[in-house]
T-cell receptor, first 114, second 112 residues
């Protein structure tokens, strides 16, 4: 039973470049959540998506950040024109249905902006 | 609003017990507990729903006090593998599928 998969695991970008983070939910899961974790801090909710729909993006910065979960393929978190403050671990979680509640996390993508 | 976890850190000897608390100033619908080891993904431990029962498996259990909007995680006869940072994640929506608001975490160190 494959868990939540994220790639790449580590990503290095220079300031001004774009970062694309991918998340494949567990089999049978249709709900995806993205969280950001800064060093020595807790997880901060960014966005909640279902297939082809953004349900809640209240935690997403207004500029440069976007997310999608297409009908086919993984969910993508896209960060344009990265800055040093974007350096963090980005975790994706998935849950099976709206009534199941449990969120299972992937291994994360560690983004470093140089 | 971010839930408040206490204590911030605990150091125990193997076999001792620990209690970690999570308090909210806002009415909770559910509380989710996770353990995270350094550089790894958070691992789901359990979820407690409003109106639900106390949960537990093996030597880890948790309770949810709706009057106080507080949850407690109980670790009994701790093992070395219990070391890590424990986070509570809270949900305020009855829909159940909203993003979680996490506390700052409790660092637990188990010494042999």
């Amino acid at each position: 039973n494959a868990g939540v998969m994220q790639n790449p695991r580590h990503l290095v970008r220079r300031r001004g470049q774009e970062a694309r983070l991918r998340c494949s939910p567990m089999k049978g899961h249709s709900h995806v959540y993205w969280y950001r974790q800064l060093p020595e801090e807790g997880l901060k909710f960014m966005v909640y998506l279902q297939k082809e729909n953004i349900i809640d993006e209240s935690g997403m910065p207004k500029e440069r950040f976007s997310a999608e979960f297409p009908k086919e393929g993984p969910s993508i978190l896209r960060i344009q024109q990265v800055v040093r403050g974007d350096s963090a671990a980005y975790f994706c979680a998935s849950s099976p249905t709206v009534t199941a509640y449990e969120q299972y996390f992937g291994p994360g993508t560690r983004l470093t902006v140089t | 609003q971010q839930p408040v976890q206490s204590p911030q850190a605990v150091i125990l000897r193997e076999g001792e017990d620990a209690v970690i608390n999570c308090s909210s100033s806002k009415a909770l619908y559910s509380v989710h507990w996770y353990r995270q080891k350094h550089g790894e993904a958070p691992i789901f431990l359990m979820i407690l729903l409003k109106g639900g029962e106390q949960k537990g498996h093996d030597k880890i259990s948790a309770s949810f006090n709706e009057k106080k909007q507080q949850s407690s995680l109980y670790l009994t006869a701790s093992q070395l593998s219990y070391s890590g940072t424990y986070f509570c994640g809270t949900s305020y929506s009855g829909g159940g599928a909203d993003g979680l608001t996490f506390g700052k975490g409790t660092h637990l160190i188990i010494q042999p």
